[in-house]
């Protein structure tokens, strides 16, 4: 992020996301799965899967910090608004790939790739000390996603995909700022 002196910021933001919590994985392989819900491996065991949730999003934003209860001008309130572009899916692990219904291609039929547009915006206090040693921001920050699918065939549903979807996410941010100052000129006399 970029600050001006009259405190506009501009910036540009990756995240990478992950998680384990899946709504309906128990529903996702139900195709391929025995009537308990278990997947057969190549073996003739049961196979180990496990779901996580990964994704990633790039962010334009711009907003302004208001100081209010600050310490120096460069603190306050601030207020972020910006649109993006976010994509996520459902990784479907297998220890020891021993299951081939969810290797390769197949694992693809079942993952919900989907991407699509999204815009955020966030409000908290941004601190930065006038020492420079201790530069944090904490706020709450929401985001609306557009999204559709981007695979052709979904093997669960056993057909195309067609679906817009709308989702929504929200939480309480914490960033640690590094931040790089500009160098005030030295004085110079030449005699």
């Known amino acids: 992020m970029l600050k001006t002196k009259s405190n506009w910021i501009i910036g540009v933001e990756g995240n990478f996301m992950f998680g384990q919590s899946i709504k309906n994985s128990d529903s996702l392989l139900m195709n391929i799965s025995t009537p308990d819900g278990m ?5 003739g065991f049961y196979a180990d899967i496990i779901y996580y949730e990964r994704g990633f999003n790039f962010l334009g934003k711009f907003g302004k910090i208001i100081p209010i209860l600050s310490p120096n001008p460069n603190c306050g309130i601030m207020i972020t608004a910006g649109g993006g572009y976010l994509q996520n899916k459902i990784r479907i ?3 020891g790939n021993t299951a081939p219904q969810i290797l390769g291609d197949y694992k693809k039929g079942y993952d919900k790739l989907n991407g699509g547009w999204t ?6 206090y941004l601190y930065l000390s006038n020492t ?3 530069n944090f921001y904490l706020g709450f920050e929401f985001m ?3 999204s559709k699918s981007l695979r052709k065939f979904d093997f669960q549903e056993e057909k195309e995909d067609t679906r817009n979807y709308s989702s929504q996410f929200y939480g309480i941010k914490f960033c640690w700022f ?5 160098r005030t000129p030295k004085e110079y006399y030449l005699y």
Not at 119 to 124: C, F, H, N
Not at 178 to 182: G, R, W
Request: a positive charge; charged letters at 10%; glycine letters at 8%.
């Open 132 to 134: 420079r040693l201790l």
């Open 144 to 146: 609306q996603v557009w």
């Open 119 to 124: 815009i955020t915006g966030s409000l908290g």
């Open 39 to 43: 997947i057969i491996d190549a073996n």
């Open 178 to 182: 590094i931040p790089l100052y500009k």
């Open 93 to 95: 692990h297998n220890p």
